[in-house]
């Protein structure tokens, strides 16, 4: 099985990209996007800001960190399913979170495989 791995940088966003929820409201909007399951949600918050989330998926993940001083979002997305496109996962967050802003992208590609017996 072939799956892609994309991490983006998402510069020019707005200012609530330190909100917590507002970012858990991205990546959940991300995940049901591509039809993926949510099994569980971390966001830690750093001084004096900035905020990582990490949103758990039954086929992965979708990780945001943020950096507001800067006005930058890092997303990285796994998605364990070759049906499901972590292209319109990025595009759904870039909505919410930079909707004027630059994204670029990029990607890993893996071949998941059986261990030989």
Not at 74 to 84: E, Q, T, W, Y
Not at 92 to 102: H, Q
Request: hydrophobic fraction near 45%.
């Amino acid at each position: 099985m072939r799956i892609r791995q994309v991490l983006a940088d998402m510069r020019n966003c707005e200012s609530l990209i330190d909100d917590e929820v507002k970012l858990l409201e991205a990546a959940i909007a991300a995940a049901k996007s591509v039809g993926a399951t949510v099994i569980g949600e971390h966001a830690q918050r750093y001084v004096p800001h900035g905020v990582t989330l990490v949103l758990f998926l039954a086929e992965s993940h979708i990780m945001l960190t943020t950096w507001p001083e800067y006005r930058m979002v890092l997303a990285d997305i796994l998605l364990c399913s070759p049906d499901m496109d972590e292209n319109r996962a990025i595009d759904e967050i870039a909505a919410r979170l930079c909707p004027n802003g630059v994204v670029e992208r990029s990607y890993v590609t893996r071949q998941i495989e059986p261990l030989p017996a």
